[in-house]
């Protein structure tokens, strides 16, 4: 976290879950200071206000974006709203973060980038993953070529939620579905490590709602990698992601949105990881090198006849488990890189940029026409 050179005052749009969850990630931040509340019902932004201690608390989202003490808005609204929350913020120069997914579709988010650039503000998905501690170690691993280059990301997400037609997540108007909810998170992950593959491949199981319960992604990359990722509304999955490269393997510990362990294990070596034709020289095996080792060493002797192939497993895949718990409750983390830029003048996050976010948003639209999966937002 950074430390303050000027207080940023917050103003939050929404009081439902995610922005209670907001609310309590700033608390603790240095330099922040939630200054206003705004709500469709001024009863609920008078309630949310209590909760924190905040002063002002207005009845629609058009008053908060008026008052002059708020120097940046979060948006914690329903999915749908999304696209009109952020435009309604930029026109009345507000800079933005808004909650993901960023929007309903491409196109809006592609009005919503564009908007923010032509009016020279800041404007960020709230992604808040990528700005967690561990997060930001395994992708400095994965581009210091720690586990050699990476072949397969596996992630998934899933928790079962009861069913609720009218609910967020079941809701067709809300912009619900796994997809929307859970499946942006292994879909950022995959993004922020491995960049934009070069073909989607997509399977789902809709709800009578209409929208997806389950939902799986296969994303293929120009090197060949590929990631293999599901969000789940039925059932729970891992929660874990998985990178394995040619050697060794990163398993970030459930959850994986918001982890605090990791275990890294590592390989043998076994050539540089391609393809090579018969006939090319290649090192000996590791069941040789040991071999060769145990002939001239009588503690290795003693430990190979006890232990056999475990003991020979164990040398060729140590394993190191590493813990860095995020502080408080994770939200800050995002909230601080919001601020930075805001000090530092800078209109767009090296995090979580908006081309990504909008190459996001056409690879889930890509999935979408795949299943016959068609929101409101999507026939204008």
Sequence with gaps: MQTPSRTIRWGILGTGYISRAFAEGLRPLPGAQLVAIASRTLSNA???????????????????VQD????????????????DDCLLCLGAGKPVLCEKPFAMNAREA????????????????????????LVQRVRQMVQSGA?????????????????????????????????????????????????EPESVVSQAAIATTGVDEQSSYLLK??????????????????????????????????PFYKPHQLSVRTFAAAG???SQASGGNRPSSLK?????????????QR??????????????????????????????????????????????????????????????????RQWGLVYSQDEI
């Design 68 to 83: 002059a003490e708020v120097d940046v808005v979060y948006i914690g609204t329903p999915n749908s709203r999304h696209h």
């Design 110 to 133: 592609s009005e919503v980038i564009e908007f923010a650039r032509k009016q020279h503000l800041f404007c960020m998905e709230a992604m808040w993953m990528r700005f967690l501690p």
């Design 221 to 254: 990359y120009e090197g060949g990698q590929l990631a293999m990722l599901s969000a789940n509304l039925r059932t729970y999955a891992s929660n874990e992601a998985v990178i394995t490269g040619t050697r060794g393997q990163i398993r970030i510990h459930a």
């Design 288 to 300: 040789q090198i040991v071999a060769s080792a145990v002939r001239d060493n009588s503690l290795l």
């Design 303 to 368: 430990l190979y006849l006890q232990f056999g192939d475990p003991f020979l497993k164990r040398l060729r895949q140590p394993t190191k488990t590493i813990l860095e718990p995020y502080a408080g409750n994770g939200y800050g983390y995002e909230a601080a890189e919001v601020m930075r830029c805001l000090r530092s003048g800078e209109i767009e996050s090296r995090i979580m940029p908006l081309d990504e976010t909008l190459a996001i948003q056409k690879a889930m639209d890509e999935m979408r």
């Design 46 to 64: 008078q309630q949310f206000a209590r909760e924190f201690g905040v002063t002002k608390a207005y009845g629609s989202y058009e008053e908060l």
């Design 272 to 274: 540089d990881g391609s």
């Design 147 to 195: 586990i050699g280059e990476v072949c397969t990301l596996t992630a998934e997400f899933g928790y079962p939620a009861a069913f609720d037609p009218s609910s967020r997540l079941f809701n067709r108007e809300l912009g619900g579905g796994a997809l929307l909810d859970r499946g942006v998170y292994p879909l950022s992950l995959a993004y922020f490590l491995l960049g």
